[in-house]
């Protein structure tokens, strides 16, 4: 393990943040160098290698790569959903061109592997809602889906072409407790934990009946390891894999984290969101994943919102839990 390093661009994010730790845990923490554009306060960053990047600086990419090295890029950095539709222009550039600045800087420094995450905003308004499968119609009408689309077809494209090592999986809404949302349109799946606890209460962005697929963070950051580390015989699809672990509504979620705060109270008033998550699947169909190399999550959705709660009641003080 020693012998691979490894480069995680936009490592302070949702998902970055938790796999930063896993690779570093993996893999010894001077072999883990962890990237991003804002430079992190929390300490567990100086425990390793971090360096200050903008994905869009080529310059910077190719100074850091010949520095490090890298064995492996975990391309992680992007604009989500709600926030690249306040700005498109800058959604498709940082989506779009830091993909290619990341693939062409791999091949020309011969890194073996690269994980780029694609989601379920590649589906759209006329994709089905139930079960929806690894092929079928995608109409995404966000830049970011528009982008995550675009990104599927660039990473079949450079693996055929080029032979670049590409592997990627769609994600649905992710959740999790070590660090804040990102700026998407399931975001409120972390939002409402925190208001819960915190408050009693939260104003929900999104309808009570709005049905979405949602994954928790554990179990995105071990399909992540999984995918990354199968033999490469097994990823059979090099576009980007469903994955999902359960759907709810926010009426749902609301009713399970009752169980652990009794005086929760939910209220809805949806903006602009409401319209990305109605184009959304409700249910996501991962056999292919389950087939090719073995994913299968660990968490449903009340074995989440137990830890979820257990996680976060103490930096809240309570003691209901």
């Known amino acids: ?64 790569l010949k520095k490090y090295k890298p064995t492996q890029i975990y391309h992680l950095a992007a604009l989500l959903s709600a926030t690249a539709e306040k700005n498109p222009k800058l959604g498709w550039s940082l989506n779009m061109d830091g993909l290619f600045y990341v693939f062409d800087a791999a091949l020309e420094f011969g890194v073996k592997r690269v994980f780029w995450p694609s989601s379920i905003a ?24 528009i982008t995550k689309q675009t990104g599927e077809r660039y990473c079949e494209y450079y693996h055929k072409r080029y032979g670049l090592d590409v592997r990627s999986i769609r994600y649905p809404g992710l959740i999790g407790y070590k660090a804040e949302a990102g700026g998407g349109t399931t975001d409120y799946a972390v939002e409402i934990f925190h208001e819960a606890l915190k408050n009693g209460k939260y104003e929900c962005f999104l309808g009570e009946n709005t049905f979405l697929p949602m994954l928790y963070m554990p179990d995105a950051v071990k ?29 749902l979620l609301a009713e399970k984290i009752k169980k652990h705060v009794s005086n929760f109270e939910i209220t809805y008033k949806p903006d602009h969101r409401q319209a990305i998550a109605d184009s959304w ?16 999550n660990d968490f449903d959705l009340d074995a989440m919102v137990a830890d979820m709660i257990k996680n976060l009641a103490p930096r809240y003080k309570t003691g209901e839990m």
Not at 281 to 296: C, F, H, L, T, V
């Open 1 to 64: 393990m020693s012998k691979e390093t490894v480069m995680i661009i936009g490592s302070c994010g949702q998902v970055g943040t938790e796999l930063t730790e896993s690779l570093r845990t993996l893999y010894g923490t001077s072999n883990v160098v962890a990237c991003d554009i804002r430079k992190p306060e929390a300490d567990f960053w100086s425990e390793g290698p971090f360096e200050q990047m903008d994905v869009l600086d080529v310059k910077k990419i190719a100074e850091l």
């Open 122 to 145: 590649v589906f759209g308004p006329n994709t089905p809602k139930q079960n929806t499968p690894q092929y079928c119609v995608m109409d995404p009408n966000t830049v970011y889906g």
């Open 223 to 251: 399909a992540t390891l999984e995918i990354t580390h199968a033999e490469s015989n097994l990823i059979k699809n090099r576009s980007s894999y469903n994955i999902s672990g359960f759907s709810f509504t926010p009426a």
């Open 281 to 296: 699947p409700q249910s996501i169909d991962d056999a292919e994943a389950r087939s090719d190399w073995g994913w299968k």
